[in-house]
């Protein structure tokens, strides 16, 4: 993509880049909100997010890639996000980004992939990216299987192999007026975690990574997961993911805020079953069989 060409649909970081580039040659002194970074972070795993671009710039090696350009490129960028989760894994996408273009042969098939990640050299390399980043070891391998993936890859798959899902409709409130109340679905994903945290907790999923939430929800998060690894020490040495579906009226990270304490009892509920499922499966390597709802 050129300046010229910069309206065209975004497939890597560089493409965003030259659309920053050119918007500023325009306006100078403001920063870039278009049509098309509005969704960068409100949907990163989606078609054009955040999440698909940096997917892109590994598999293009574009100046991203090579480390030829830095992320403050996109200092002028527009509804950044601000979240402290979220601006971890805005470098932890950067930072894999550079490691999985020094590291990974790119000949490797498809079928194979999940083993190289495996290895104990890359199990390592994810522990450090995760630690430099503040997140859990499972968020970075979450993300690098995503990176990994092949072109033809369903849109939405499970964040890792033999990965469940529990689901749950949740009541959820954004201080966004044209959002408001509402009702939301509240997924949880687990797996088994090849080289667990010292302190697991639950994390979100790729596109919940950059959704704001305040200190009333993660304390609440905090209380379901006390509560349900009691019932169930070996939910503790998984990993688990939460998921929010966004409101379909939010169109900024702002509007898709998650405030208070609401969806606890959710997360309680969703967990409970997570720890019966995982109870269940005590003694076997990993669990099989399909994704379970309430």
């Known amino acids: 993509m050129t300046a ?31 049509a098309a970074t509005s969704r960068l972070f409100l949907r990163p795993a989606e078609a054009h997010g955040w999440f698909n671009l940096v997917r892109g710039s590994f598999r293009n090696g574009d100046g991203f890639a090579q480390g030829k350009r830095e992320p403050r490129a996109f200092g002028a960028l527009g509804d950044l996000p601000d979240s402290r989760v979220g601006r971890r894994f805005f470098a932890l996408s950067m930072a894999l980004l550079t490691w ?8 490797t098939p498809l079928m194979d992939r999940e083993s190289w990640l495996s290895d104990d050299r890359q199990c390592s390399a994810l522990r450090d990216l995760a630690t430099k980043s503040n997140l859990p070891v499972g968020a970075a391998r979450d993300l690098a299987r995503f990176l990994l993936r092949g072109p ?3 849109a939405d798959p499970p964040p890792a192999p033999g990965a469940r ?10 201080p966004s007026q044209t959002t408001g109340g509402r009702v939301s679905m509240l997924t949880l994903w687990a797996s088994d975690a090849l080289n667990a945290d010292a302190d697991p907790r639950p994390y979100p999923a790729l ?16 209380q379901a ?17 939460w998921e929010l579906q966004i409101a379909p009226t939010a169109g900024t990270l702002r509007q898709a805020r998650i405030d208070g304490a609401s969806a606890g009892a959710a997360f309680a509920a969703g967990l409970l079953q997570l720890a019966q499922e995982a109870s269940r499966s005590q003694g076997h390597p990993s669990w099989r069989g399909p994704s379970s709802s309430p």
């Open 4 to 34: 010229s060409s910069a309206q065209e649909p975004m497939r890597t970081l560089e493409d965003l880049f030259l659309l920053i580039q050119d918007e500023q040659a325009r306006t100078p002194s403001s920063k870039v909100r278009t």
């Open 100 to 107: 999985l273009t020094r590291t990974f042969p790119q000949e």
């Open 152 to 154: 033809d890859s369903k």
């Open 165 to 174: 899902a529990v689901r749950l409709p949740v009541a959820l409130w954004s």
């Open 207 to 222: 596109p919940s990574a950059f959704l704001p939430t305040n200190d009333a929800f993660r304390e609440a998060l905090d």
């Open 225 to 241: 997961w006390a509560f349900a690894t009691g019932q169930s020490p070996r939910l503790s040495t998984m990993d688990v993911r």
